[in-house]
């Protein structure tokens, strides 16, 4: 299926995307996965996570601000998707900061992911190389953490995207990236974690390497237009949004994406 049919799909299902993802993230992920055609559930109690997991189209799992309640409802939610074959993605924000942020994120890795979404650093670290993160942001460049995601990859069978100024996307064997977006994106806080929401949204409705295409293509395309109109990150995330909202399947296929 190709990047402009899987949006077409994603129009057309509305998905339910079950997003457990942290407290500075929460208002734009969830406006993000509205803009671009899906519906964000925000649950995270450990008490309901089992029951509404098997409901959703995909579970979205970010560990930006962890606590012990919120980890259970994490594995929870993992186990749960993982047994009633509902596609997740799990986003390992700054696991390599604490003992107990890599104990959650490989703890969490085992539960076997449709995707993995992080920074260069992020993956390096989770591949079990030494990265040069500084807490949540990337010291490496995406291009350093090639080698790293396709070894994660093959050892994990999930699809690991490197995202950056250019982003890296690879299930083991097949490789490829997109360029685009903008300088203004890093400057507005939690977008990342918002992009994870959007993979889990495409998810929903196709294959894992073809919804982090999708993903990819679609938030870079909005970044870039939004980047043509605005003044600074302020009116730049509301153009963003519109421009998310905008886009037409038409768009995501003008070669961005490049098959390595």
Request: charged residues 15%; hydrophobic residues 45%; contains cysteine.
């Given at each position: 299926m190709?990047p402009?049919?899987?949006?077409?799909?994603l129009h057309?299902q509305?998905?339910?995307?079950?997003?457990i993802?942290?407290?500075?993230?929460?208002?734009i992920?969830?406006?993000?996965?509205?803009?671009?055609?899906?519906?964000?559930?925000?649950?995270?109690a450990?008490?309901?996570v089992a029951?509404?997991?098997?409901?959703?189209?995909?579970?979205t799992?970010?560990?930006?601000?962890?606590?012990?309640t919120?980890?259970?409802?994490?594995?929870?939610a993992?186990?749960?998707?993982?047994?009633?074959s509902?596609p997740?993605v799990?986003?390992?924000?700054?696991h390599f900061?604490?003992?107990?942020?890599?104990?959650?994120?490989?703890?969490l890795?085992?539960?076997?992911?449709?995707?993995?979404?992080?920074?260069?650093?992020e993956?390096?670290?989770?591949?079990?190389?030494?990265g040069?993160?500084?807490?949540?942001?990337?010291?490496?460049?995406?291009?350093?953490?090639?080698?790293s995601?396709?070894?994660?990859a093959s050892?994990?069978g999930?699809v690991?995207?490197?995202t950056?100024p250019?982003d890296?996307?690879?299930d083991?064997?097949?490789?490829?990236?997109?360029?685009g977006?903008?300088?203004?994106?890093?400057?507005?806080?939690?977008?990342g974690?918002?992009?994870t929401?959007?993979?889990?949204?495409?998810a929903a409705?196709t294959?894992p390497?073809e919804?982090?295409?999708?993903?990819?293509?679609?938030?870079?395309?909005?970044?870039?237009?939004?980047?043509?109109?605005?003044q600074?990150?302020?009116?730049f995330?509301?153009?963003?949004?519109?421009?998310l909202?905008a886009?037409?399947?038409?768009?995501?296929?003008?070669?961005?994406?490049?098959?390595?």
């Amino acid at each position: 299926m190709t990047p402009g049919k899987t949006l077409q799909s994603l129009h057309a299902q509305v998905p339910l995307v079950h997003c457990i993802t942290n407290y500075v993230a929460m208002n734009i992920a969830a406006n993000v996965t509205l803009a671009a055609g899906a519906s964000p559930a925000m649950l995270h109690a450990p008490q309901e996570v089992a029951e509404f997991v098997p409901m959703a189209g995909a579970l979205t799992i970010n560990i930006g601000t962890l606590s012990d309640t919120w980890v259970e409802a994490m594995m929870i939610a993992a186990q749960t998707a993982q047994a009633r074959s509902v596609p997740w993605v799990l986003d390992p924000v700054a696991h390599f900061v604490t003992t107990y942020r890599a104990h959650v994120a490989k703890d969490l890795l085992a539960q076997r992911p449709s995707i993995v979404r992080g920074n260069a650093s992020e993956i390096i670290a989770l591949a079990g190389g030494d990265g040069a993160g500084k807490g949540a942001d990337s010291g490496d460049s995406v291009t350093d953490a090639q080698a790293s995601a396709i070894d994660l990859a093959s050892r994990t069978g999930c699809v690991v995207a490197v995202t950056g100024p250019v982003d890296f996307a690879t299930d083991g064997q097949r490789h490829f990236t997109v360029r685009g977006g903008s300088d203004l994106m890093p400057k507005v806080t939690a977008l990342g974690c918002s992009l994870t929401a959007l993979v889990g949204a495409y998810a929903a409705v196709t294959s894992p390497l073809e919804a982090t295409a999708a993903a990819l293509l679609h938030f870079s395309e909005a970044g870039e237009r939004a980047a043509r109109s605005c003044q600074g990150p302020g009116s730049f995330t509301a153009a963003f949004l519109d421009q998310l909202h905008a886009l037409h399947p038409d768009d995501l296929d003008d070669g961005r994406m490049i098959w390595l």
